[in-house]
């Protein structure tokens, strides 16, 4: 059954965090983003875009005040494009829903903004993506492997496709009725996160209705979850949203009655998600069907089936695409994937061939999907080439820079870079080889390891659980302020 969440309640927030990273991490989440989700970066509401066209002071709709300024003979649309092209964003704002929800992947992105500020977070980070806001777009989704952003209400970069007069929504079931069937398959098929939406637009409740209405109608007990994040500092209005959707829409709501810094929730949602991904950087040259190149994959299989066993909130592994420590990872989650979701617990990324610049993107952008980092083996440069060249060195470094990263370096040798990782990291008092050298140090690449993978998936659990509980203690304590 769906259910209200207050979240300046922690037991309540953290069971939101957690269902939500779920479908993340099982690649089932589509997200849906209204204009709460661009002001951040310093966007335009409806009420002030409005008011920078017609200066009137009209106590009407926003879609009749648009509708009287088309019949005084003004194209209130290009002018809509016009300033939103003309209006300084600040892409370096990170304190934000995008900017901590959009380093992971989803099934679909659908928005009724007009601006392109999804578009350039996106671009931020590297992903690739395609704009859906005219019918000859949808040509475009037989693409495979696609990643599709709908604007349904039109984009600036074409004002002829700008839904905003009250005759314009009149229509819309007519002119738009393409996309709405588009959104009510994603409706039926994949859980949804409403972020940013007043949830007065009549479109999108009529959308999910139909969809109830089409499931209650049938015997099957079928129900897709759900989650709206809704934000007001009106307490009487917020319980309203959160009960209406709630009872008439099915809907899991998050209550936050502090907007200045409800992004924070979005932070949590990210922490949850990136505390259950593992990034795990390696590198060796073996000599095939070496008895090294044997132990090397009885090292990554005793890792990854350690970590495998944990089934209440399962560990997600994240590697790049390699001829031994990546491919005996891989090989290793299949093989106990038989009757699971093998994209709920890997996630392969390989690095692209187009150039130095092109490949420190990819790895920044896989970096931010994880919060728990191991290092294994690793060549040394025979040709005295500085470290920092090394790209497990690179990995290492990005994951260094965010102090809420758990770096576990598993020495593989003395002449692996992983060592060379792990005496550095034995430089930080608070870092996890220091809290955990003795364990550490009983690790040996050429010997059985199950005894110690045990024992390391323990402590990662208590480490993530711990830093868990710091931030959903921070995100409770800011949003009561």
């Not at 479908?23 to 849906?32: A, C, E, W």
């Not at 409740?205 to 139909?210: A, G, P, Y």
């Not at 190149?293 to 495998?308: R, S």
């Not at 809290?435 to 059985?448: A, G, V």
Request: hydrophobic share 40%.
């Amino acid at each position: 059954m769906p259910n209200i969440y207050n979240a300046l309640e922690s037991q309540e927030l953290e069971i939101f965090f957690n269902r939500v990273a779920e479908k993340i991490l099982q690649n089932h989440l589509s997200l849906f983003l209204g204009a709460g989700s661009s002001i951040q970066y310093g966007a335009m509401n409806w009420d002030v875009l409005i008011e920078k066209v017609q200066h009137r002071n009209l106590n009407w709709t926003n879609t009749q005040k648009a509708q009287y300024i088309e019949l005084q003979g003004m194209n209130i649309k290009k002018e809509i494009a016009d300033i939103l092209s003309n209006v300084s964003i600040d892409y370096k704002e990170t304190k934000t829903f995008l900017n901590y929800l959009l380093s992971f992947d989803y099934k679909s992105l659908w928005t009724t903004n007009y601006d392109c500020i999804i578009e350039n977070v996106l671009a931020q980070k590297a992903k690739s993506f395609i704009p859906i806001f005219k019918y000859q777009d949808f040509q475009k989704l037989s693409h495979p492997g696609g990643y599709f952003l709908y604007k349904i209400n039109g984009s600036q970069a074409d004002w002829k496709t700008i839904v905003i007069t009250h005759e314009d929504f009149i229509d819309y079931r007519r002119s738009h009725e393409a996309y709405l069937i588009l959104l009510k398959r994603e409706l039926l098929c994949q859980s949804f996160l409403f972020l940013g939406c007043s949830f007065e637009d009549d479109i999108l409740r009529i959308c999910i209705k139909d969809i109830l209405n089409c499931i209650g109608n049938n015997s099957e007990n079928y129900s897709t979850d759900h989650f709206a994040i809704v934000v007001d500092d009106n307490i009487e209005k917020l319980n309203f949203i959160c009960q209406d959707l709630n009872k008439h829409y099915n809907m899991n709501c998050l209550s936050v009655n502090n907007p200045s810094v409800a992004y924070t929730v979005a932070y949590g949602i990210a922490s949850k998600v990136k505390y259950n991904s593992i990034f795990v950087s390696g590198a060796k040259c073996f000599e095939r069907y070496s008895a090294a190149e044997n132990h090397a994959k009885k090292v990554c299989q005793g890792l990854v089936n350690a970590f495998m066993r944990i089934e209440d909130f399962p560990f997600k592994f994240i590697s790049g695409m390699g001829m031994s420590i990546g491919h005996f990872i891989s090989g290793t989650v299949k093989q106990n994937c038989q009757n699971k979701n093998l994209n709920r617990y890997l996630q392969m990324e390989p690095f692209p061939f187009s150039g130095k610049n092109a490949n420190k993107t990819h790895r920044e952008n896989i970096i931010s999907k994880a919060g728990i980092f191991i290092f294994l083996y690793g060549d040394i440069s025979k040709n005295n080439s500085p470290i920092e060249q090394n790209g497990m060195w690179e990995e290492y470094m990005l994951a260094k820079s965010d102090k809420d990263n758990i770096i576990i370096p598993i020495p593989c040798g003395n002449n692996s870079i992983s060592n060379i990782i792990f005496q550095n990291e034995l430089n930080d008092k608070d870092s996890f080889s220091t809290k955990h050298k003795l364990l550490i140090e009983t690790f040996d690449c050429d010997l059985d390891n199950d005894y110690f993978f045990s024992q390391l998936v323990e402590e990662v659990i208590l480490a993530t659980r711990k830093r868990s509980d710091q931030i959903i203690e921070k995100i409770v304590t800011n949003l009561v302020k």
